[in-house]
């Protein structure tokens, strides 16, 4: 296909614009749609929820809000896969719905028609019914980047079962908690999937993580051609093609739990994020269409994040089928066989709207950028970015190298908890600025306030919050866990009566009006985009034999953006490498690799206050080799010049 190559940005005043052709395709070009939003949010989002979803009987209320709950289209009901699927059939049924690109080479690539998808997910959604799966229950999702993951997802949707996803690399033990937390009645996983030329086994993890739990059922998908024995097990395939292609919609709430998502938090448990159907259907059809301008005649969007994310749920896999889309997903590694493969991918499948994280790009910039061809990238329109920070380097790299100077960088700022993008430039709008998310999304509003909730000035660094009316992608709680719920988003509200959510992240607006995020104010990281605590590796580390108590402190790193050092304190004895080997192995065990500390160091004590909290603050001056401030207050003064001695110097990995 021959591509034409067209100009979507120019630059003005020392900023990027869109052109004049890109505001021509653009769904949205005129500012004062954030005016427009904000006279009437709650109008606003009734507007589109009535455009953009299809809804079995209309709701009798947009917004109800009784902090810190809050509903939208009360009354509401529809099916999140009918909208997904069947309303696309008539004029859509040969289009591709999915391209699925397995990482072996010699394997051809897998396109599923939006009615060969429907007929899958409907079939396995009968499958789940017979397996006693009802409204409200959960099933377990613990698969890696394959078409199976988005048919268990949707079929789950069908019946109103409530899916929870778990990344495939995490470990036996952080599956079972999960499975755990949410009493799953199934699980669906696979034998394994390809990364980096070799066979990965998921199996063995997840007969570990789901045995002596609620789960009565494994359905496995055979991917490296292994077969699974004993009553609990099941073949995906077999199933599916003798289940019955017909599947009646259950019809739900708008209000109804569509999924859970555990995400890390302050403290060491993960949190089970609660979506509902309606209000997330909506921003994500919203989001994915403005955000990304995505056009349904011949946009292919590739979101390479992974499934076990947010951003694969929504903009892997939900957003582009909500607008009847094509969505591509790739199962493998970036540098498998060489770091050419995901070019090569856009070329050949003519991809125009790329999403990614700041991680890979700095990856690409520092091992890759040999293999980029500006010939096969011609057929971008839009890049995105998404999970951290973005800084400068990566920024402009981005636009010139994968987007030819061409492109759009929308930089799009959200959480596990927002359900969709709520900061971003839009690309018929700009302006596109380097680490600058930009605006909240029309008829969402973010202020940045003190600890005490006053609003700052502009240029002043503080915290990000978002006001009432919540956009309607937004959680609904924690499952089983209001407390938590509370604690974690609403301390302004509690504390001080104001009506904000408390987003965790520092930000400031700088002289446009534009929104900067800074990262974390709390004690989460982001390792390569991957969100996890402090807390969570604490606490993993603390039940290895020989650890008496630990201390985790992320430092910056060139690539991963962040990466955890571990200070650990042994029962007895002296560390050495092999024991780093072994902490290291058993933080694999017990989280999976993404979470393994980059550093480990053995002290005889860790900074403390008086009443016994560590000071990770002191120990992240050290690293920085900042002399640290406030060591009145520690109980124990000379354990911070025995961590100096320690520290050499810090690099990562
Ligand atoms: C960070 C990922 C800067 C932020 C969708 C947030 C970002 C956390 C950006 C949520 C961005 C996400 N610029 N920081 N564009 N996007 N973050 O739940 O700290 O995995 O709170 O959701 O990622 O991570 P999560």
Known sequence: MLVKIVKYITKKGGKYWPSAEMKKIAWVSDNKIYAKALKNPVKFWEGLAKEGISWESKWKKGYE?????????????????????????????????????????EEKSVKLTYRSLHSKVCKFANVLRGFGVKKGDVVAVYLPMIPEALITMLACARIGAIHSVVFSAFAADALKARIEDGSAKVLVT????????????????????????????????NRLGGSVKGSKFVDFNSVLESADEECKPEIMKSEDTLFILYTSGTTGKPKGVIHDTGGYAVQAYWTTKWDFNLHDDDDVMWCTADVGWVTGHTYAFYGPLLNGGTSLIYEGSPDFPDFSRWWKIIKENNVSVFYTAPTAIRMFMKSGEKFIKSKDLESLRVLGTVGEPIDNDAWNWYLEKIGGGRCPIIDTWWQTETGGT???????????????????????????????????????????????????????????????????????????????????????????????????TDDVMKVAGHRMSTAELEDAINVHK????????????????????????????????????GLKKHVDNKLGPTARPAVVYFVKDLPKTRSGKIMRRILKSLLAKEEPKGLMTLVNPDSVEAVKGVIGDVKGE
């Open 546 to 581: 020989k650890v008496n108590e630990c201390a985790v402190v992320p430092i910056p790193h060139k690539i991963k953006g962040e990466v955890p050092v571990a200070f650990v304190v042994l029962k007895s004895g002296e560390g050495s490498e092999e024991l780093i080997a």
């Open 422 to 520: 709520l900061i971003t430039a839009l690309p018929g709008i700009g302006p596109f600025v380097p680490t600058v998310a930009g605006m909240s999304f029309p008829g969402v509003q973010h202020i940045i306030v003190d600890d005490k909730g006053v609003e700052k000035k502009k240029g002043e660094l503080g915290f990000l919050v978002q006001k009432s009316p919540f956009a309607p992608g937004m959680l609904h709680g924690v499952y089983k866990n209001h407390k938590k719920y509370v604690e974690t988003y609403w301390r302004f509200w509690k504390k001080f009566k104001k009506p904000y959510y408390d987003s965790s992240d520092g930000a400031f607006v700088n002289r446009d009006g534009l929104i900067r995020i800074t990262g974390r």
């Open 65 to 105: 809000e009784k902090l810190p709950y809050f509903k939208w289209f009360v009354g509401g009901k529809l099916n999140f896969s009918v909208n997904c699927l069947d309303r696309h059939l008539e004029k859509k049924g040969d289009k591709i719905a999915l391209t699925w690109i397995p990482e072996p080479l």
């Open 190 to 221: 696979a034998d394994g999937y390809y990364r980096r030329g070799k066979k990965v086994s998921l199996i063995e993890k997840a007969k570990k993580g789901s045995k002596g739990t609620s789960v009565e059922k494994v359905v496995v998908v």
